[in-house]
């Protein structure tokens, strides 16, 4: 089977929402109203795995923050995009400043190897090309793993959930995250061709 990282669409509105409350509670996992607004606001944030037939398996949201937006994330003022406000996130991908808003696999894939490979291949390889400083802030213990995993580091020296975790990707090609990221795609790239 093959799986593919892609920009959501309208139609993956239902199914990203239902990802969203396997695994967070309500008031904590996005609505289909909210993903709908946001995808309204800027389509470019939300990003799916798709398997050939289509099926939506997993998502992350990728939001492209100003800069005020993201000083407040650094200063813990911040720890969620339901905390956004339209002024604090930009319409366009590039930007220096981002924060990671979701990741989340069906829990009925979640053991599956080269669905998670390409969640988190697609994320990288996104950040290679469309951010510099990022944050994110892990609700569950697996969000935790997966964030540590990307080479994130806790901004106010807690290591736990729900605080802030930040990584900063320079963009010489010999930065040590740079360098990481290449690795882990160069690995993901010859497991596929496995």
């Known amino acids: 089977m093959k799986y593919?990282?892609?920009?959501?669409?309208?139609?993956?509105?239902?199914?990203?929402?239902?990802?969203e409350h396997e695994y967070f509670e309500n008031g904590v996992a996005y609505t289909e109203?909210?993903?709908?607004?946001?995808?309204?606001?800027?389509?470019?944030?939300?990003?799916?795995?798709?398997?050939?037939?289509?099926?939506v398996l997993a998502h992350t949201i990728l939001v492209p923050v100003t800069e005020e937006c993201y000083k407040r994330l650094h200063q813990n003022e911040l720890h969620d995009m339901i905390e956004f406000k339209e002024t604090?996130?930009?319409?366009?991908?590039?930007?220096?400043?981002?924060?990671?808003?979701?990741?989340a696999v069906a829990k009925e894939y979640q053991s599956k190897l080269a669905i998670v490979n390409t969640l988190l291949g697609g994320i990288i390889y996104y950040f290679s090309q469309h951010g510099n400083r990022i944050?994110?802030?892990p609700i569950t213990a697996?969000?935790?793993r997966i964030t540590k995993s990307l080479g994130y580091r806790s901004i106010d020296g807690r290591d736990g959930i729900e605080?802030?975790?930040?990584?900063?990707?320079?963009?010489?090609?010999?930065?040590?995250?740079?360098k990481k990221y290449s690795r882990i795609l160069r690995r993901i790239e010859n497991r596929k061709e496995e």
């Open 33 to 55: 109203e909210f993903i709908k607004k946001w995808m309204i606001y800027n389509p470019s944030m939300f990003w799916v795995v798709k398997d050939e037939f289509g099926k």
């Open 4 to 19: 593919h990282f892609e920009n959501a669409c309208i139609d993956d509105i239902s199914r990203i929402a239902a990802i």
């Open 163 to 178: 605080t802030n975790y930040e990584i900063i990707i320079g963009k010489d090609q010999d930065d040590p995250i740079r």
């Open 88 to 103: 604090d996130v930009l319409q366009v991908e590039n930007s220096d400043y981002h924060y990671t808003a979701s990741i």
């Open 142 to 144: 697996a969000g935790l």
């Open 135 to 137: 944050i994110t802030t």
